[in-house]
């Protein structure tokens, strides 16, 4: 079975830019989660979406956004980027039912805010 | 204080040695406690978990679970280079959400030929 896919896997945008990054879900999977991971703080929930409704969102800001499509395939979008926002961004995938706990991660979208 | 607490390390052995990793959290509504290895420049792997306590052995890999303490550890036995990677410890079920993982932020581990 393919694994989790990401695109673009390294990015570069200027301050008050915006960005969307993409995530293609291990097949059959249809629950998507998206982290930030930076060296102070670690890895951290974003937010998650199963059958296109989002379940659940972290502490971050509203320029933070998602969408998942009818085949899983979900997006995260980051408008008016910061310096801040410079990490690599993870999207994991989980079965359903009651092992939604197994995530697998994708290798990550880089992203540099200058 | 924090949900979950791992010593970022670094921790550096020779081959061949036996690694203990260990996290503490202070959540008791967590069941499942997972542990993920990431290479530098990629995603984490999930490596193994267990459910509530007791041991998990998969391999070289042991996996370690003391709820009444709140103490979760991962052995690695007859280390070897590959094994050098960043191990992360992580625990769904934060706020009732089975997909939401809240992650120790890792340590780094180096094993020397």
């Known amino acids: 079975k393919a694994g989790v896919t990401q695109t673009p896997r390294y990015l570069i945008k200027t301050r008050g830019q915006q960005v969307t990054l993409s995530c293609s879900p291990i097949s059959g999977h249809r629950s998507v989660s998206w982290y930030q991971q930076t060296p102070g703080q670690g890895l951290q929930f974003l937010f998650e979406y199963f059958s296109e409704t989002q379940r659940n969102k972290g502490n971050f800001p509203g320029r933070f956004s998602g969408r998942q499509f009818s085949n899983s395939r979900s997006e995260m979008n980051v408008s008016t980027l910061e310096l801040g926002d410079s990490a690599l961004y993870l999207c994991?995938?989980?079965?359903?039912?009651?092992?939604?706990?197994?995530?697998?991660f994708g290798p990550g979208t880089r992203l540099t805010v200058t | 204080q924090k949900e979950v607490e791992q010593d970022p390390g670094p921790l550096s052995v020779p081959e061949g040695a036996i690694v203990s990793l260990n996290c503490t959290y202070s959540?008791?509504?967590?069941?499942?406690f997972m542990w993920y290895r990431q290479y530098s420049r990629k995603g984490p792997e999930l490596l193994m978990y267990?459910?509530?306590?007791g041991n998990k052995e998969d391999g070289r890999f042991t996996a370690q679970v003391d709820k009444s303490s709140k103490y979760i550890s991962l052995f690695i036995r007859d280390s070897q280079p590959s094994d050098s990677a960043t191990y992360l410890c992580a625990m769904p079920n934060s706020g009732g959400s089975n997909y939401k993982l809240t992650f120790g932020k890792g340590t780094l581990l180096t094993v020397n030929p």
């Open positions: 267990t459910y509530s306590s």
């Open positions: 994991a995938s989980s079965p359903s039912g009651a092992r939604t706990y197994e995530q697998y």
């Open positions: 959540n008791s509504a967590f069941q499942y």
